[in-house]
């Protein structure tokens, strides 16, 4: 049995993690209160002390309490049913814990406080950020071939446990530690995939399954569908099997198991409602005012488009560009480095690994780009791409035996963390999210 269970090793690393995610979501409650116009309130814990309780908490809330609410004709929620049912079950798992806390204090500033249902979405929170940190473990490890200290990759962790998604979301019912663990999944899924020496499809097709009940938990999830396909073609050609009854036999069970689930909620709405209600499409237009514009003209479009694409390059001005150009720079140390020494040894299956990351990283940038709804929070999900690619590159210095190098960045890495806690933790931002808006007011504004 002692083969099916993780190394003890493995339980004290996640309780690193554990420790670190309390820490750092810990250090938010001290953060100065959001501006009066924030949509949701401020629960204090004290003079010094509290905490945003988004506004979207409450219809998640609600639902999830009545998930029968979902088959009402304009649900907000029935676009991602199964992330409702996740917090049903696990605001019942957690009521009789929650009926044991002093919770009086907090329900009295907002009775949502005192129900177990919120407190079965803190669980959520919890459990998807903590996967979400194992994963990225995971992904080190196999970009690295093991070769970078643990300390790093907890130093690495930090930027995915401390940010903008934390500070606003994490102490709220919603969704959004889903925008750090779906991207990281569909890294961590790629490269297992494609880096396999003895592919079990049958593996492939329990995460496509999971994959397309996935797409009705939360969008972000559809990148993961052609990344499955791609790592799934790659694996097929690096094994030397790309018959045609082969790549039928791959690639056929896997596109049927993601889209059913789609398919089999959509005709459950249609045959109750007699239509499928998406609120991101119907309220924000997401992707859909492509078509809206070009409808009108192509000049239209392109006024639109230009007007979105400037909103978007500030949110990644304003997320992600900061860990760009850190890649940029250990690339530029790497060469350098290079040609001092001569020696180009690089980890095993670099260039793969490199590539796949990249792929992911081009999706959810086009993704994000034709959504038609931007925000800094949104965008902070190229984030976690962008520190597999660090990894990666760190990856090399300990390979090549630069050990002096390696020295002086993990030092600056760990002083680079420390100052991003604390300013996360002291700025003013982001509850007042400037390159946010709906899209339908910017049709408004533009025709």
């Keep these: 049995m002692r083969k099916f269970l993780p190394e003890p090793r493995y339980f004290l690393k996640a309780g690193v993690y554990v420790f670190l995610i309390a820490l750092l979501c810990s250090l938010f409650l001290f953060s100065n209160r959001p501006p009066d116009d924030y949509c949701g309130r401020y629960i204090s814990l004290g003079e010094h002390a509290g905490f945003p309780l988004n506004c979207d908490s409450y219809?998640?809330?609600a639902t999830a309490e009545d998930p029968e609410k979902l088959f009402e004709p304009n649900s907000i929620r029935q676009s991602r049913p199964v992330y409702v049912i996740l917090a049903y079950t696990f605001g019942?798992?957690?009521?009789?814990?929650?009926?044991?806390?002093?919770?009086?204090?907090?329900s009295d500033q907002d009775e949502l406080l005192g129900k177990p249902i919120y407190w079965g979405f803190m669980t959520l929170n919890f459990l998807f950020l903590l996967f979400a940190l194992l994963i990225f473990d995971e992904i080190v490890d196999i970009v690295s071939g093991g070769t970078l200290p643990q300390f790093i990759k907890f130093t690495l962790a930090v930027f995915l446990a401390s940010n903008i998604i934390i500070k606003t979301s994490f102490w709220s019912a919603h969704q959004q530690m889903l925008a750090i663990f779906v991207p990281l999944l569909c890294v961590y899924l790629a490269l297992r995939i494609a880096l396999s020496t003895n592919l079990d499809l049958r593996k492939v097709y329990l995460a496509a399954l999971c994959g397309g009940l996935s797409l009705i938990t939360y969008g972000n999830f559809l990148v993961l569908f052609p990344m499955v396909l791609l790592a799934l073609a790659i694996q097929?050609?690096?094994?030397?099997?790309?018959?045609?009854?082969?790549?039928?036999?791959?690639?056929?069970?896997?596109i049927i198991l993601f889209v059913t689930p789609v398919i089999g909620w959509s005709l459950i709405l249609i045959s109750k409602n007699g239509r499928v209600y998406n609120h991101?499409?119907?309220?924000?237009?997401?992707?859909?005012?492509?078509?809206?514009?070009?409808?009108?003209?192509?000049?239209?479009?392109?006024?639109?488009?230009?007007?979105?694409?400037?909103?978007?390059w500030v949110s990644i001005y304003r997320t992600v560009l900061a860990f760009i150009i850190g890649l940029f720079i250990l690339k530029l140390i790497r060469f350098a480095g290079r040609l001092r020494s001569g020696s180009g040894q690089l980890p095993a299956n670099y260039s793969l690994a490199r590539n796949l990351i990249t792929a992911v990283f081009a999706l959810y940038f086009v993704f994000f780009w034709l959504m038609g709804y931007y925000s800094e929070r949104i965008t902070y999900t190229l984030v976690p791409v962008v520190l597999c690619l660090i990894a990666l590159e760190l990856s090399v210095f300990a390979v090549r035996g630069m050990k002096w190098t390696s020295r002086i960045l993990y030092v600056l890495l760990i002083t680079l963390s420390l100052f991003w806690v604390y300013n996360g933790v002291?700025?003013?931002?982001?509850?007042?999210?400037?390159?946010?808006f709906r899209a339908d007011a910017a049709f408004e504004a533009i025709s």
Excluded: C, M
């Design 92 to 106: 019942h798992l957690v009521s009789p814990a929650t009926n044991l806390l002093p919770l009086a204090a907090l």
């Design 426 to 436: 002291t700025t003013f931002e982001p509850y007042k999210e400037l390159t946010g």
């Design 236 to 254: 097929l050609f690096r094994a030397r099997n790309i018959a045609i009854r082969r790549t039928l036999a791959a690639f056929v069970p896997v």
């Design 59 to 61: 219809d998640y809330a």
């Design 280 to 312: 991101e499409i119907e309220v924000y237009r997401q992707f859909v005012w492509v078509k809206d514009k070009l409808s009108i003209s192509f000049g239209d479009f392109w006024e639109q488009f230009l007007a979105f694409t400037s909103i978007y």
